[in-house]
């Protein structure tokens, strides 16, 4: 595997995207209202439609095609993202429930929706196999994992302010949501079995390409306009993104014998930086936002090294060198 390749086709676009959208910040081009009005657009209309056609593409055959994928991909994700918010929300005194929420959101999920496509294509190349684990990951962290996280950040918010709703108000306050019912139509088209149509894609696809680009470009905004907070709580964050997710998901699929190309690209979608969609939503309410963005910086900037070493490392599990 081509390091340079990896870093230069993979990784560097990252940056030099999110630091155009912080030098435009500092420039006083966009500020931080114009961010949470890019993030609008991203999360409410951009992010559903690439989250739903990437998912009605697939078939039911896919999704159980390897099982042992969806399974680990489930759990680990789940047991971090549950993990994340455990440690923020008792760990931390000052820490709110929201606080917990927002950054289950941001390090108890990897990016899939966002630079799924654009980390593993450029390693794995165009394949059907890169687009099944772009699929099932993004079928777990925006169907399961976005909702979940919604729904204890709506709970926490409500208790502040008083209120005494029942239990499953905020969760169908999550699912009202594109981001969160939108996957789940889709996971609901496929497992109909209902054969998607090829014309119908690029009336998504246009507005689905501008996902990746605007969400970076506006966490570079949203960048300049916080302080940037480099503090233990965005340190372990990044920890438990870039380390224990991908360690963990690589154990699990070694114990459980995950089809070796699978597995290689299961752990590097689990390295990827945390989520994109964590930080327009903590943005979009006001929450945990200068620690969090200061989290998904520090990140991405450890992705550059991290990609590669979690490659190496499984290479070396696979070939049996550990």
């Not at 399974?71 to 994340?84: A, Q």
């Not at 899939?112 to 059907?128: D, M």
């Not at 699929?135 to 005494?164: D, M, T």
Request: aromatic share 10%; with cysteine.
């Amino acid at each position: 595997m081509n390091i340079g390749h990896i870093i230069l086709y993979a990784i560097v676009p990252i940056i030099v995207v999110m630091l155009a959208g912080y030098l435009s910040g500092k420039k006083g081009v966009f500020n931080g209202n114009d961010a949470k009005k890019f993030n609008k657009v991203v999360l409410d209309y951009a992010l559903p439609a690439a989250l739903f056609v990437s998912i009605a593409q697939a078939s039911r055959e896919m999704l159980v095609k390897d099982i042992k994928l969806s399974l680990i991909s489930l759990v680990v994700i789940m047991f971090c993202f549950m993990l994340v918010y455990f440690i923020y929300r008792y760990c931390f005194k000052k820490n709110t429930g929201a606080d917990a929420a927002v950054s289950a959101l941001i390090s108890g999920s990897p990016t899939i929706g966002f630079l799924g496509f654009a980390v593993l294509e450029p390693i794995f190349g165009t394949t059907p196999g890169v687009a099944l684990v772009v699929a099932i990951v993004g079928i777990v962290v925006n169907a399961v994992g976005i909702p979940v996280g919604l729904s204890l950040l709506n709970a926490s918010n409500e208790k502040q302010s008083g209120k005494k709703d029942p239990w499953w108000k905020p969760v169908l306050h999550a699912l009202s949501q594109p981001v969160a019912w939108a996957p789940i139509l889709a996971v609901i088209w496929v497992v109909a079995g209902i054969p998607w149509p090829d014309w119908a894609s690029p009336s998504f696809n246009l507005i689905a390409k501008a996902n990746a680009s605007m969400a970076v470009f506006s966490a570079g905004i949203t960048l300049s306009a916080v302080k940037i907070v480099i503090n233990w709580q965005a340190v372990l964050g990044s920890i438990l993104k870039l380390g224990l997710m991908p360690a963990l998901t690589l154990i699990a699929g070694i114990i459980f014998k995950m089809d070796p190309l699978n597995l290689k690209m299961l752990v590097v979608a689990n390295a990827l930086p945390p989520a994109f969609s964590g930080i327009i939503i903590a943005d979009e309410y006001d929450t945990y936002v200068a620690t969090g963005t200061s989290s998904l910086t520090l990140s991405v900037i450890l992705f550059m090294g991290m990609c590669p070493l979690w490659i190496w490392i499984t290479d070396l599990c696979l070939s049996g060198g550990i």
